[in-house]
């Protein structure tokens, strides 16, 4: 049998996105939107992927777009991530999050993105077949942090840089989402 279409299937679902400061307007935006209103802030966003440009110009053929044309959460609470960093001896201070009742969110517009392991930190080639759809099956599958990503954040080296959602499934959303839909978590 076909699982639901309807988004109010979605809301026993929460999904995250780390708190942005910042914040201009009444929505979360794109990055490619970004660069329009608020150039400086899409330069500081934009920054974050120096040493892997290559990554703003994929395309995520589900939603027919581009990387930098959707907005990203993650179904798996940040909670056990930081914890297994700090597992790794780093002093790292609770952390805000926003969260966002999955049944906010067009499942049209959205799907559920597998992100591999980056072996000797080379991204991989993008495989169509880690674009999930976004259903209330795929979210449970991908809603609890992967043993090897938990392994890995425990092992981190000091002074290599924490990024917690390299290999981490991502929700990526093809739209805005206004603040007021937002809530708030410390982790």
Known sequence: MPESSDPAA???????????????????RPLNVLRELHPDVYAREAAKYVGREALMQERVGRLDCLWNDVL?????????????????????????FWTLDASQLDPARACVRLVRPWPGGVLPAPDPADELP????TLREHSVAPPATLAR??????????????????VLYRGCVPLGALGEVRA
């Open 10 to 28: 979605l809301r026993p679902f929460t999904l995250y996105h780390r708190a942005v400061r910042d914040v201009r307007g009444d929505a979360l």
């Open 72 to 96: 990203f959460f993650s179904p798996v609470h940040p909670g056990p991530l930081l914890n297994a960093a700090r597992q790794s001896g780093r002093a790292i201070p609770p952390v805000r």
């Open 134 to 137: 976004f259903t209330p099956h």
């Open 153 to 170: 954040l425990r092992e981190l080296p000091e002074g290599a840089p924490l990024i917690l959602w390299m290999d981490v499934p991502h």
